[in-house]
């Protein structure tokens, strides 16, 4: 059960009802929590003691919902407010991942510091400002960056942190879902902004401080929501518009992935060796 | 004469009884905790960790004594250290946050609360381990003991070697991956340990 896709199917069928549900409140970003939450509840349990870093990011990702429905309901979307975001959510993850890094190597904790800051709040920051308020746009964003993460993890040698992963794919799908059927965009906001992008942030960037992931992978990982921003035919239907915007993160998403296999192998290539 | 020689005794007595408390630091090389599991159902999985440090005491007469070993997570090994055409072994995920999380926990240690004898030799180790920042009771059984001059330094050095088992389950410290069918959830300790006295 709690290795299995038991966790997944769960996430994706509590993501599809909340996000139909919540729709008309304009809340559908919460079916990304609710698949993430579920999932972590079949993962590993309900508790907080010790406080590890994956006890902080599920503690985040129930704050995050909430923090993102206060932002949406008092404040309009700006750049100096994307800017804010982006800088909390970096000070989020330091919170999360400090005491692990610094118990590394100086040279070792500031590069995997950096790169989780760096990454994060560009996530976060770029999403607000550029994708909440296109709720399919975003759905695709939060989709790539989720599946891609959660294969990145597994390849890195954590099935925990792929399933959380891929469960808050499944949440964006699951928000997607029903603007694909219906034809009709949703809304996005701050609440999907923080639910997604910033949790998966937050559990790539645990893949690569407590599992093997790469921090170059993650770089690329950082990478999967402006694939969200490409050009697509905004006439198009819905459907369309969320397969092809997916596709644009999935591509990215996979890329980040093959660093990760190919992380600590040998490649020849014919007339140099290069060592990942 | 007889004032001097109560007084004597009363000051060496002391001595005497702090004389018989031995302190032995563990040797890191002949110093083994292997552990094992059962896999799938099918088989036992053996695993052991490579870097142990730590020191116990013995007082015979009193028969009490004390123990404390650290034991670095990151040392542990399968056997499994190979990638080939997969994408991690089975040693990297053991090393991730699905099992002893090593980046958070690079440590586990486990202390002595009390020992019991068996005659003239420890028999009973009770202790609390502490595993990805829980601690729980476990107890350590000494199924061979035996203290005497090292023959490899000619007897200069004194030492004590011999095995320790316990039981305990992963669950109960928050290691629940791969439960309850994939992975088992008792693990047996088998620990070969020297000390040599200081």
Redesign the interface.
């Known amino acids: 059960m709690q290795v299995g896709v038991a966790p997944l199917v769960a996430a994706l069928v509590v993501a599809f009802f909340v996000a139909l549900l919540l729709r008309p409140l304009q809340l559908g970003g919460l079916a990304v929590a609710a698949a993430f939450l579920a999932t972590m509840y079949f993962v590993s349990g309900v508790a907080f003691s010790p406080l590890t870093a994956t006890r902080k990011i599920i503690i985040v990702s129930i704050a995050a919902p909430v923090v993102g429905i206060l932002i949406d309901f008092a404040f309009k979307p700006t750049r100096i407010g994307a800017v804010v975001l982006a800088l909390c959510a970096a000070a989020g993850a330091l919170w999360v991942f400090w005491p692990v890094l610094a118990q590394k190597p100086a040279a070792e904790g500031w590069l995997l510091g950096a790169s989780t800051v760096v990454v994060i709040s560009f996530m976060v920051g770029f999403s607000q400002r550029y994708l909440a308020a296109d709720a399919v746009r975003a759905g695709a964003a939060g989709l790539g960056l989720g599946l891609a993460t959660g294969v990145a993890a597994i390849l890195s040698a954590s099935a925990t942190y792929g399933l959380y992963g891929i469960a808050l794919g499944a949440g964006a799908g699951g928000f997607l879902l029903p603007q694909m059927i219906t034809g009709k965009k949703s809304f996005a906001g701050a609440t999907f902004t923080l639910s997604a992008i910033f949790i998966g942030g937050l559990v790539a960037a645990g893949t690569m401080v407590l599992a093997k992931l790469p921090w170059y992978a993650l770089l690329v990982l950082g990478l999967v929501p402006v694939g969200a921003r490409l050009p697509a035919p905004g006439k198009a239907p819905v459907w369309l518009q969320a397969v092809l915007l997916s596709l644009y993160c999935f591509v990215i998403g996979a890329a980040a992935c093959a660093l990760a296999w190919a992380q600590g192998r040998n490649f020849d290539l014919g007339f140099m060796s290069l060592q990942l | 004469m007889t004032k001097l020689a109560i007084g004597l005794v009363a000051i060496t007595l002391p001595l005497a009884a702090a004389a018989q408390v031995e302190s032995y630091n563990i040797d890191p090389i002949h110093t083994i905790p292997y552990w094992e599991t059962d896999h799938l159902g099918y088989a036992t999985m053996r695993g052991h960790f490579n870097k142990i440090s730590g020191k116990f005491t013995i007082d015979r007469a009193a028969k009490t004594g004390t123990l404390e070993i650290t034991i670095q997570t990151a040392s542990l090994n399968t056997g499994d250290t190979d990638?080939e055409a997969r994408?991690?072994t089975r040693d990297?995920?053991l090393?991730?946050?699905?099992f002893f999380?090593v980046?958070?926990f690079?440590t586990m240690t486990y202390r002595a609360t009390s020992v019991k004898f068996a005659d003239d030799s420890p028999d009973v180790i009770e202790g609390n381990l502490t595993l990805?920042?829980?601690t729980r009771p476990v107890s350590l059984k000494i199924e061979r003991w035996r203290c005497g001059p090292d023959p490899r330094t000619a007897g200069k050095r004194y030492q004590c070697g011999g095995n320790a088992t316990g039981l305990f389950k992963r669950s109960d410290f928050?290691m629940?991956?791969?439960?309850p069918t994939?992975i088992g959830d008792e693990v047996k300790l088998w620990m070969s340990f020297y000390g040599f006295r200081k």
């Open positions: 990638r994408s991690r990297e995920h090393r991730s946050p699905d999380n980046a958070e690079p990805l920042g829980v928050g629940k991956f791969g439960l994939a």
